[in-house]
């Protein structure tokens, strides 16, 4: 273990983890080459190297080209990680050098978006006007990897318990109830009082299964003495929720922030429906042990600061 700490902390170098990220991503040394603007044998003895320093076989090689193995899975994540904070360190560095105030990449879910993420954003800016933000939308199955290898800076969304890990910092700031939409030309917004036997046939568009308004919608309609709806789409998307809300057309199943913010835009419309059910709050999730910059450290306060006021 003490020679695997010395690999780590002293020998290995910037090329050698540019190397094993790209063998990860092209699985073939030609590729590799091409793209480090190598030849074919010096990749290979740098493969050869960075194994003898681990005194591991790090990559398989085939005619069909190389395959990490468990080993060499574990030091690509590593190899990602390194990467990534070399990027930001240098995006930060740049900034200061331009006269900006640096960059923060944020994986948002839509429970957060339209109520938190945007006028957080908004504040921001106006405190910092030359700092730049990325904002990816996902769930959480799909956002946590990146926040791990250090291509996110923070997540904002619901907090999910199933997602909770030793590794992960979360900070709950409100919490968000959610409520039935539709498009306003859709049959039941007819009806003055819908029942949930008058929506269980219909189509819907709804969260993924292993989320936890996806499971207490559920729940609903079993405590109604239903089952729950079988003409379903999943996604995690905003767009596909209202694009399926509005064309198919199919009953959303949103955040109640989300839904006022549309509804007030004339696209959805709020069903009268009471959902007495108990959800994660939202909040922010960073990984443990990692040093915020100094523009993601002041985007988390703007979000704390809009939570307190809304």
Aim: proline share 7%.
């Amino acid at each position: 273990m003490s020679d695997i700490d010395r690999v780590l902390r002293s020998n290995l170098k910037l090329r050698h983890l540019q190397l094993l990220v790209a063998l990860d991503e092209f699985r073939h040394i030609g590729r590799v080459a091409d793209f480090l603007s190598l030849t074919q044998p010096a990749v290979s003895k740098m493969l050869a190297e960075i194994e003898r320093m681990f005194g591991l076989k790090l990559f398989l090689r085939s005619t069909r080209g190389t395959e990490p193995t468990a080993y060499g899975d574990t030091v690509v994540r590593f190899a990602r990680s390194v990467l990534a904070d070399y990027s930001r360190t240098q995006d930060e560095i740049a900034a200061v050098e331009s006269g900006a105030a640096g960059r923060v990449s944020i994986g948002a879910m839509v429970v957060a978006t339209p109520g938190l993420l945007a006028p957080a954003m908004q504040l921001l800016k106006t405190r910092s006007p030359h700092s730049t933000a990325l904002i990816e939308e996902g769930d959480l199955k799909r956002l946590l990897p990146r926040l791990r290898v250090g291509e996110l800076d923070l997540l904002v969304g619901r907090l999910e318990p199933g997602y909770a890990a030793p590794d992960l910092e979360t900070q709950a700031i409100y919490d968000e109830a959610m409520c039935v939409v539709a498009a306003p030309t859709h049959p039941i917004c007819s009806m003055s009082s819908p029942q949930w036997a008058d929506i269980a046939e219909l189509a819907w568009v709804v969260p993924p299964p292993w989320a936890s308004s996806r499971i207490k919608l559920n729940q609903m309609f079993y405590k109604h003495g239903l089952n729950p709806p079988a003409d379903l789409i999943e996604t995690a998307s905003f767009l596909a929720t209202l694009t399926f809300v509005q064309q198919r057309p199919a009953l959303g199943y949103l955040a109640h922030g989300v839904a006022h913010h549309f509804a007030a835009q004339g696209l959805l419309k709020i069903l009268p429906l009471e959902i007495p059910i108990e959800l994660p709050p939202v909040g922010i999730i960073t990984l443990r042990g990692r040093i915020k910059t100094p523009t993601c450290q002041q985007a988390i306060e703007c979000l704390r600061q809009v939570a307190k006021e809304t």
